[in-house]
């Protein structure tokens, strides 16, 4: 992948912290691209892409996004901010929007994505 193409991130950021490996998906970082351009402001990567070893995929029934490439948790400065990525990310494509005190989840997975698992399109932990 280019990663000159997404001018606000670096692959580290994005890398497993259990195994160093980073495999985001090229259409996923795109769309966070355009919606970080649009908004003009940072996200700070909490965690992006995880290899299907890493901890927390293991304990799960089956690997999720994040493991696909194609998820990331993002902190932001303040609840504006987090208020402004929750009602934007659908108009970017991104199906899978969690909120937790700390971050947002934001992913483009489909059903078929995570085995024919159906899960809401917005949540929180």
Partial sequence: MNWARFPNFREDEFRCRHTGFS????IFMQRLQDLRSALGFPFVINSGYR???HPVEAAKVRPGAHSLGKAADIRLAHGGQTYDVLTRAREFGFTGIGMETIFVHLDICTTADLGGTVRPAAWSY
Avoid: I, R, Y
């Fill in 23 to 26: 495999a985001m998906d090229e």
């Fill in 51 to 53: 290899h299907p070893t």
